[in-house]
């Protein structure tokens, strides 16, 4: 599985986020490792590894941000990317809201 996503604000991530969640998701479910990747390690695939938190694991973008930031202090999705996630996450939030008659989320949790 490839994407081809540049680096820029003003590129719109949207439309490759369900599927990269999708894809990571049906890996790791028939057990096969993930490796998600890009030339630096510090916008783009993080964001991927991001929203995959928000919309797998039912964290919010602040937390999902923290726990990926945990594993690398590098990490820092540019501002266009970063306003995607946080809209991917209040989109994911309704959803969810929506399937569970309006109760919160019940969070996975995950050892350090």
């Not at 439309?15 to 510090?42: D, S, T, Y």
């Not at 937390?63 to 930031?69: K, P, Q």
Request: with cysteine; net charge positive; aromatic share 8%.
């Amino acid at each position: 599985f490839s994407m081809d996503i540049r680096d820029t604000e003003t590129v719109d991530i949207g439309p490759h986020l369900e599927r990269a969640c999708v894809w990571i998701e049906e890996a790791l479910r028939r057990g096969e490792g993930v490796l998600v990747h890009c030339q630096q390690g510090v916008s783009r695939s993080p964001s991927i590894i991001i929203v995959y938190l928000i919309c797998n694991h039912a964290m919010s973008y602040a937390d999902a941000v923290a726990f990926v930031r945990c594993r690398c202090a590098c990490v820092k999705p540019n501002s266009g990317f970063a306003r995607a996630l946080v809209e991917w996450e209040h989109m994911w939030a309704s959803r969810r809201a929506q399937q569970q008659g309006g109760r919160p989320g019940v969070r996975r949790r995950f050892k350090s």
